[in-house]
């Protein structure tokens, strides 16, 4: 009669064992959305990298800041990423090939022991409880022991993306000051050259007024300059 519980203990952990290992490859899947995200840090500073070199003030200083806590958070994720994916050994139930030859033994050293005169089938069913059980004791210490790896593996993947978080957060806080000092200059460089209109009307004034020739200026300090004859009426007007 077969065994129910190793039945269900040898199917339980064979689950458990197959989960594990699946389990490595999704470090290696979840490194194509840190690669996105440097890269779009990347394009998001190359915009904004011209008008940085016009900021002044405490602005600058936030900027320099900003930037140093996104590089160190960058920084930070790629060594955690790489702490996640170092080598590690998973271990694994016995190649096929080897089981094959211990399930032969076990088959073997059951029948020797049998009884003269026992059904084939009991003597087969009792080698296979006892390949069941070791399969089962296998898998529950390859299960213990790729678990420990695939946590230590999961917490410095957490930790690359709680960097990479306050990465992206320090980058996009960034872009807007610099945005922002960049519009707040221009605003004022607009409101400072409409703020002086008398410069142009000086200058439109001297433009528009005629000049004044030798003989108005004469005309005007009382003089009549020679070669000049004065008509009667301009006389008495002289007069």
């Known amino acids: 009669m077969a065994d129910s519980l190793l039945d269900y203990l040898e199917q339980a952990f064979g689950t458990a ?3 594990e290992i699946d389990q490595e490859e999704n470090v290696w899947r979840s490194l194509p959305f840190f690669a996105a995200t440097l890269a779009l840090q990347i394009t998001g500073l190359a915009q904004v990298e011209s008008w940085m070199a016009a900021i002044q003030g405490w602005m600058l200083w936030a900027t320099m800041g900003l930037l140093s806590i996104a590089g160190a958070a960058t920084l930070a994720a790629l060594v955690f990423l790489a702490f996640s994916v170092w080598p590690a050994d998973f271990r694994r139930v016995v190649p096929e090939t080897e089981f094959l030859a211990y399930a032969e033994e076990v088959r073997a050293e059951t029948e020797r022991s049998a009884p003269a005169g026992a059904d084939p089938d009991d003597v087969a069913l009792i080698a296979l409880q006892a390949v069941k059980a070791t399969l089962a004791k296998q898998y529950a210490l390859a299960v213990d022991s790729n678990r420990l790896v695939n946590v ?15 990465s992206v957060f320090a980058v996009l806080v960034l872009v807007g000051l610099v945005v922002l000092s960049n519009v707040h200059g221009h605003a004022q460089q607009q409101s400072g050259g409409s703020d002086r209109p008398g410069a142009a009307g000086i200058a439109e004034t001297k433009v528009g007024q005629p000049k004044m020739g030798q003989q108005g200026r004469a005309a005007a300090n009382g003089r009549v300059p020679s070669g000049l004859v004065l008509q009667p009426h301009d006389q008495a007007v002289g007069r």
Do not use: E, F, I, M
């Open 152 to 166: 230590r593996r999961a917490k410095w993947r957490s930790r690359a993306g709680l960097a990479t978080l306050a």
């Open 17 to 19: 064992y197959r989960q």
